[in-house]
């Protein structure tokens, strides 16, 4: 069984301990590497055009990726890298050693920068997003350039395992692959979490990331290989709902 998570926006900006764990290079270190490169000549207000974001978060970003090749710039492990809403479900800082051995071998994150990262990948903090496009991009939209390559490394990953992807990525990440083609060639599983109010179901953002980061905990920590145990997952009042082609159903009850 292989996991599909995003990345998230907000990275954390100070090194943290890696529990003794030795860091890999990201499978796309060196298309990193030239982006990061075509990024640092911009300016902030160029900056925060290109990355649609505020001044400060601009000037934060124009200083990570000019610090990008500094020899003092200790890379980070991916898992422990992101602290957005699903992360901060995941708590990957209270996972043990083999567990995070383990989301090693199990654990794709998808990133506009690094394409596909495992969780001990070392990598440095930065924010890009997947309309833009590079000199390094090939003239592509990041979306475009990555496609095939992402595509053909997902695949093949789950493949070699057992022929199921759990999918607790967003859709916007689909578009960083052949999603028909992914779909085609591997069994995919996606979790859904809503909120019911009477009759009424509504996906909440909020509570659909820590969904998913949670689930993804849940997933590594019970090292789960039947896809039936996925509906035993619950999670501050989600529970499993039903089943429905390719999709579980998870619903909490609006307070």
């Not at 085609?184 to 979790?191: A, D, F, H, M, S």
């Amino acid at each position: 069984m292989q996991l599909l998570l995003a990345c998230a926006k907000i990275m954390q900006c100070e090194v943290l301990p890696s529990k003794g764990l030795a860091l890999h290079t990201p499978h796309f270190q060196q298309e990193a590497e030239a982006f990061a490169h075509d990024l640092a000549q911009y300016d902030s207000s160029s900056l925060q055009e290109i990355l649609k974001c505020n001044r400060q978060i601009a000037q934060q970003n124009k200083l990570r990726y000019l610090r990008f090749f500094d020899s003092d710039n200790v890379p980070l492990p991916a898992i422990l890298a992101y602290h957005g809403q699903a992360y901060k479900h995941l708590k990957a800082e209270q996972l043990s050693e083999e567990t995070l051995h383990y989301a090693d071998q199990h654990l794709w994150i998808t990133s506009f920068l690094y394409g596909l990262l495992r969780p001990l990948d070392g990598i440095h903090p930065y924010r890009l997003e997947g309309h833009v496009e590079l000199p390094s991009s090939e003239g592509k939209r990041l979306f475009d350039f990555w496609k095939t390559r992402l595509t053909d490394l997902l695949i093949a990953s789950v493949k070699a395992d057992d022929g199921l992807l759990i999918h607790l990525s967003t859709e916007e990440f689909e578009h960083l692959f052949d999603w028909k083609r992914v779909t085609n060639e591997v069994r995919v599983i996606q979790p859904l979490f809503y909120v019911r109010k009477g009759n009424s179901f509504k996906v909440q953002a909020v509570w659909a990331k820590s969904c998913r980061g949670a689930m993804t905990r849940f997933l590594l920590t019970q090292q789960i290989k039947n896809p039936a145990e996925l509906s035993t997952f619950d999670y501050e009042g989600f529970h499993f709902l039903r089943e429905e082609p390719n999709q579980l159903i998870f619903v909490k009850q609006a307070e």
